[in-house]
Nanobody, 123 residues
Framework: VQLQASGGGLVQAGASLRLSCAASGRIFGNRYMGWFRQSPGKEREFVAAIWWNSLRPKYADDVNGRFIISKDVPKNTVYLQMNNLKPEDTGVYYC?????????????????WGQGTQVTVSS
């Protein structure tokens, strides 16, 4: 599986952005897709995840209610709609694919990673 993230940019606080992650290769039944972000000097942190074959999403506490993860199965694409962006949302956003019996927020459970897309939110 290869992942290509896009949609980042420079926006002001309160604005919205939608990130896309296009996957090439077969996405099998117990696969899930996630978004992580990394700011300078910080570890990569979980943002959101969704099962490929289910609607159940999972969000980090600080984005819950502002971000929405969704997918388009025929297009093999996962999206992250980010609303009411804050300066602390700034970072490189990575999409990733994992598989297993539960929807993981752990970096180590994701086997495939995209190249990252920069999101910068100015105050």
């Amino acid at each position: 599986v290869q992942l290509q993230a896009s949609g980042g940019g420079l926006v002001q606080a309160g604005a919205s952005l939608r990130l896309s992650c296009a996957a090439s290769g077969r996405i099998f039944g117990n696969r899930y897709m996630g978004w992580f972000r990394q700011s300078p000097g910080k570890e990569r942190e979980f943002v959101a995840a969704i099962w490929w074959n289910s609607l159940r999403p999972k969000y980090a506490d600080d984005v819950n209610g502002r971000f929405i993860i969704s997918k388009d199965v025929p297009k093999n694409t996962v999206y992250l709609q980010m609303n009411n962006l804050k300066p602390e949302d700034t970072g490189v956003y990575y999409c990733a694919a994992g598989s297993g019996s539960y929807l993981s927020s752990a970096y180590s459970q994701y086997m495939y990673w995209g190249q990252g897309t920069q999101v910068t939110v100015s105050s």
